[in-house]
């Protein structure tokens, strides 16, 4: 690849500032409707981080939202909705054929819905306030209006789960034991307030650990399921109460309704409406601040990065990338970290002809750490490293727990986290399996994740991935150095070494498609940029017998797997694979993504590839990740193609345009979502080190500004246009020497 190098004067580039080549912004950012929705798969997405909304608008003119919460987990593990608000406008609004529309603008995260036109409208206000656990909905009209606004559910009663739905409670499936869900409490809220809230009264959590011999932890943990409660507020001055359920508003040309959101293990069901009656009597801010600080805040959060690509046909690229990142602001500043399988989004579906409530999601409540990293990999060059907490605390919180678990099962220190797993750590007991057919403690009946214990080294490298873009030196002692050295040393205590010396991982596998295999490249390869990682850190960051444990443990990782074929050499999954392929994944590319050990000016970067060009499994959805590792590999017009389709797969049978799936998960599909960011930033801007490369699988056609982001808090800011680097910006400035601009292809 040709290198040309732009001296070009250092400038600052204020957002959406550049009409020269920037797409229509209202296409980008806003989503708009002149028709209401069916139902909630009709729904556009709302959220402050922690709490979401979906919200529709009936043909009648009730407005509808379902509300979801990060921990709000049922006793079974199932990741609930807190429940549904409807609000019902008297007179209605659509009475008389009047206009209708719909928008969400996602630079201020509010959604706006108008009944009739400029003379007789009637606006509805809608937001999950950014900086506090509230959903606001303002209405005004011109003419006066009664508001009804009735907070629902679907939990009335006890009930089993069907057949069909079983799946949603991932982990029980396979019991024999019915699966109840346990209903939802109207509750005694102050004067003029509707309470509703589920509280569990019964957990998986101690019998999960008994069934997987892990009954010793019961009296060291606390159960994180048990009088878990979660529920909603609705108030609003004007407001009573009408019955147990719903509030009613007189006429009035305006209406402001509060419905404050509370999730806690509390004691009783009374210790958490206290806080949640206290929460709401600190909600002091005038709906006119509290809205400038809402919109503050996204305002900044669009500020922080953005990508506008003129170019024939890459409307749908634009928008799929903003959405997305919305999306994902939408659910990543949660307790817990963002669902791969629907994220907080999920609404009523049909399938096979069998209605499946807001509560279900396809693979249910577990997180896969394969499928969990992949929306969060695009977060440090779009500047959203934040929203990287969740995920790092909840493994973080697990390990104690993972310590104990290897040496019950493996009588040796260290520590290993399953593939599959729920939020405290436990396997899902359907993997862990249930017959168990003879096996021993610790080894599961599930073949696709029996050896499957690399996860925890892509976290570490993800981690690492934080502390490069954000040099938050104290985030290595409370994170990284907690994990790396149980993570590590599992490896080196579990595994013997070859003749040579070497690691020899094995029983082991190559993800979860080869399940008997020898020295499989995700290991090798995760063991081996993890430590050429730490080892990079500064020394005055690190011990200096740390240091000395690294290079040992470096120096006995195998080399890369390789095979030949015709005579050229290329990478292989693993040194031996003793079974056929039992799914769709190459593991061989992960040498190129996500470990970064080859590509771009690195050495093998033919023989990388040769592989990619040979995989076994193409594709563009879902987890797939061929359009990153194209990327990487500096080969444009795959990445782009890839891209390009990616980008319109969008879930047929949902409204919003960033709905994509379920692909092999659920919707919408946060693996497709974050896998079509990270691939055009990659394509864009790549980080080596403190070495930045921009343009390195950039189409030459496509002009672009754009602004993101690189290691040691360095802000890259640039417009390209017909084959000219036009402008440029590096802060800070120093940094403008570690930048080298390829030649767009």
């Known amino acids: 690849m040709n290198i040309k190098v732009y001296l070009i004067p250092l400038v600052l580039l204020p957002l959406l500032a550049w009409s020269a080549v920037e797409p229509d912004l209202e296409e980008v950012y806003t989503v708009a409707w002149d028709s209401p929705s069916e139902g909630s798969a009709g729904s556009m997405p709302l959220g402050n ?224 409406r206290d806080a949640l009656e206290d929460l709401a009597r600190k909600d002091t801010r005038s709906y006119d601040q509290a809205l400038r600080e809402h919109s503050a805040w996204w305002n900044a959060f669009q500020e922080r990065s953005w990508i506008h690509i003129e170019g024939n046909d890459v409307a749908h690229i634009n928008r799929g990338y903003a959405l997305q990142r919305y999306i994902t602001a939408c659910a990543g500043r949660g307790e817990f970290p963002i669902k791969f399988n629907g994220s907080l989004f999920t609404v009523d579906a049909e399938e096979k002809g069998r209605h499946l409530d807001a509560d279900y999601r396809r693979w249910g409540g577990p997180y896969w750490f394969q499928n969990t990293r992949l929306v969060y990999w695009p977060m440090p060059a779009a500047g959203d490293t934040g929203m990287m907490l969740p995920l790092f605390k909840m493994y973080r919180e697990m390990l104690p727990f993972a310590e104990a678990r290897t040496q019950t099962y493996f009588n040796h220190k260290g520590a290993f986290f399953p593939e599959t797993l729920y939020f405290w750590g436990a396997y899902a007991n359907d993997n862990y399996g249930y017959a ?45 150095f907690s994990l790396t050295e149980p993570v590590l040393r599992f490896y080196f205590e579990h595994y013997g070494k070859d003749e040579q010396g070497a690691l020899r991982v094995y029983p082991s596998q190559a993800l979860e498609t080869y399940q008997d295999a020898v020295n499989p490249l995700p290991v090798v390869a995760g063991l081996q940029s993890v430590l050429e990682g730490l080892l990079a850190l500064p020394e005055s960051l690190t011990a200096t017998e740390q240091r000395l444990q690294w290079e040992q443990w470096l120096q006995a990782v195998p080399a890369l797997p390789t095979r030949e074929e015709k005579g050229q050499a290329l990478l292989a999954a693993a040194e031996k694979l003793l079974e056929k392929p039992a799914n769709v994944e190459n593991p061989e590319l992960y040498a190129v993504f996500p470990y970064r050990l080859h590509g771009i000016n690195k050495p093998g970067l033919e023989m990388a590839r040769r592989t990619f060009e040979l995989r076994r499994v193409k594709g563009n959805r879902g987890w797939s990740q061929d359009e990153t590792q194209a990327a990487l590999l500096g080969l444009t017009e795959k990445a782009r193609r890839g891209l390009d389709d990616r980008l319109r797969r969008k879930h047929e049978g949902s409204r919003f345009p960033a709905f994509w799936g379920p692909n092999y998960d659920w919707v919408p599909d946060q693996d497709h979502g974050g896998n079509a960011m990270t691939a055009l930033q990659t394509m864009l801007l790549q980080a080596d080190g403190n070495q930045f490369y921009l343009f390195p699988a950039w189409p030459k056609d496509w002009n672009v500004s754009f602004k993101l982001h690189a290691p040691g808090n360095t802000t890259v800011q640039g417009l390209y246009r017909d084959g000219n680097l036009l402008e440029l910006s590096v802060e800070p400035e120093a940094h403008l020497d570690q930048l080298t601009v390829l030649t767009p292809q």
């Not at 006793?75 to 928008?103: C, D, H, S, W, Y």
């Not at 080894?443 to 040099?471: F, K, P, Q, S, W």
């Open 49 to 272: 981080g922690a709490y979401c909304l979906n919200l529709w608008v009936e043909p009648g003119g009730d407005i509808c939202f379902y509300i979801s919460g990060s921990g709000a987990w049922s006793g079974n593990a199932r990741l609930l909705k807190l429940g549904r608000v409807r609000i019902t406008l008297e007179p209605g609004p659509m009475e008389g054929n009047v206009p209708f529309r719909q928008v969400l603008d996602t630079r201020t995260g509010i959604a706006s819905i108008v009944f009739g036109g400029e003379d007789n409208a009637t606006r509805v206000e809608i937001w999950v306030d950014a900086n506090f656990p509230v959903v606001r909905v303002q209405m005004r009209s011109a003419i006066p209006r009664r508001m009804r606004a009735r907070a629902e559910t679907w939990r009335s009663e006890p009930r089993e789960l069907r057949p069909e739905e079983r799946d949603s409670a991932y982990g029980l499936v396979d019991s024999g034991k019915p699966i109840l869900v346990e209903p939802d409490v109207y509750g005694d809220g102050a004067s003029g307030a509707i309470v509703l809230y589920h509280r569990n009264e019964h957990s998986i959590w101690d019998e999960t650990l008994r069934h997987q011999g892990m009954e010793g932890w019961t009296a060291q943990g606390r159960d994180p399921l048990l009088h878990r409660t979660f529920g909603m507020r609705l108030s609003g001055e004007g407001f009573l109460c009408e019955d147990a359920r719903t509030l009613a508003g007189g006429e009035a040309q305006s209406h402001l309704l509060n419905i404050h959101l509370h999730t806690e293990q509390a004691e009783t069901p009374a210790a958490w």
């Open 436 to 480: 168990r057919n003879e096996l021993p403690v610790g080894v599961t009946e599930n073949r696709y994740i029996r050896y499957y214990y690399d996860g925890a080294l892509e976290l570490i490298l993800l981690m690492l991935a934080y502390h490069a873009y954000t040099e938050e030196d104290a985030f290595l002692n409370e994170y990284v």
